[in-house]
């Protein structure tokens, strides 16, 4: 089936220690957008790639970078995380921008 | 600017009741999108419904039904005969393909308890 993969599911990483969580998609859309959530909250948009055109969102801090090197895949750096960092991470994918968002499980973040 | 208010954070129910969960959008664009996802516990956004801007047709899609009024711009989900697997954090959103980048506003989402 077509779908939008995350590994890991479950992360934990060190304080300062960067972490990669990566993001694949069989659906070959053209976007992929990297969403954060924190409990109880909407997911808060990071960025998206439109094909290999990056698209940082204003309040998206430095720290946070991604690399989308194929169609397929994308991935969301975290250089050196911190504890409010802590989340889940949401890839999603659509066809052209505003269409539907078909989202992956998610990468639960957790920063010792 | 766009905006998505989902007015109820949590609601509950027992099994086999309806309900309705409310959506009221803002946007001064004549052409857009609105969405309804289900989050369950396990934590993935899950896809329901999407309508368009000029489409006011109501939809029913077994126990799910979406009633989208553009004159209150209101786009209410409900499910009739809830289900324990009802259970979960619904999302409405809103977005624009032709402004905003296209990107998605979404409400704060409500809360489906229901208790067998």
């Known amino acids: 089936d077509a779908m939008v993969i995350q590994n890991p599911r479950y992360q934990v990483t060190q304080f300062g220690k960067p972490v990669t969580l990566s993001c694949s998609q069989t659906?070959?859309?053209?976007?992929m957008y990297w969403y954060q959530q924190k409990s109880s909250q909407a997911p808060k948009l990071l960025f998206h790639y439109y094909d290999k055109d990056f698209n940082n969102e204003a309040d998206t801090p430095d720290n946070f970078q991604s690399r989308r090197p194929n169609t397929s895949f994308c991935f969301l750096d975290i250089r050196s995380p911190g504890l409010g960092d802590a989340a889940m991470y949401l890839c999603?994918?659509?066809?052209?921008?505003?269409?539907?968002?078909?989202f992956g499980p998610g990468t639960r973040l957790l920063v010792l | 600017a766009q905006k998505v208010t989902q007015a109820q954070t949590e609601i509950s129910v027992v099994e086999k009741e309806d309900v309705t969960l409310d959506c009221v959008y803002e946007?001064?664009?004549?052409?857009?999108?609105l969405f309804w996802y289900k989050q369950p516990p396990s934590g993935e956004l899950v896809f329901l419904i999407r309508r368009n801007s000029f489409d006011e047709q109501n939809e029913i899609s077994g126990r799910y039904s979406w009633n989208f009024q553009k004159s209150t711009s209101s786009f209410n989900f409900t499910i009739t005969a809830s289900q324990v697997v009802d259970s979960a954090v619904y999302f409405c959103?809103?977005?624009?393909?032709?402004?905003?980048?296209?990107?998605?506003?979404f409400g704060d989402g409500t809360t489906l308890t229901v208790k067998p």
């Open positions: 659906l070959n859309h053209n976007v």
């Open positions: 999603a994918t659509s066809r052209v921008l505003g269409e539907t968002q078909y």
């Open positions: 959103a809103l977005s624009d393909p032709n402004s905003n980048a296209g990107k998605s506003t």
């Open positions: 946007t001064r664009d004549t052409t857009y999108y």
